[in-house]
């Protein structure tokens, strides 16, 4: 039960990259900038983290789902594993919705040019 959290998290990202994979959004349309702006989103998210740590704002608490693994005081093995899931939760969403929108504004060019 400890690794469920961590365990989900590997899981979700999976799908998000199947997502990807599929659809051509993210990493599959430009690995490149995909990965630059991975890195950067993931290293301004650490960077929160940390500050919100040191501050005293942000705590690990206990939880039972959790591997109990830290890698600093406060700072949850899950945790770097959440930010990566979020950049890319993110960029495959914003990624995804530019395309349709982008697509259903081309369809209604289309349409209109058509009358």
Do not use: N
């Not at 979700?12 to 430009?30: P, Q, V, Y």
């Not at 890698?71 to 945790?79: C, V």
């Not at 594993?81 to 982008?102: D, E, H, N, P, Q």
């Amino acid at each position: 039960m400890g690794a469920l959290y961590l365990g989900a998290l590997l899981l979700f990202s999976g799908c998000m990259l199947l997502l990807d994979r599929r659809f051509r959004l993210f990493f599959w349309k430009d690995a490149v900038s995909a990965a630059i702006v991975t890195v950067v989103g993931f290293v301004f998210f650490l960077a929160w983290d940390i500050a919100g740590i040191a501050g005293g704002i942000f705590f690990r608490g206990e939880a039972a789902i959790a591997t109990g693994l830290v890698l600093a005081p406060e700072l949850p093995i899950e945790e770097p594993v959440f930010l990566l899931f979020l950049v890319l939760c993110t960029m495959v969403i914003y990624t995804g919705a530019v395309r349709l929108f982008s697509q259903g504004r081309r369809s209604r060019t289309e349409q209109e040019a058509r009358q």
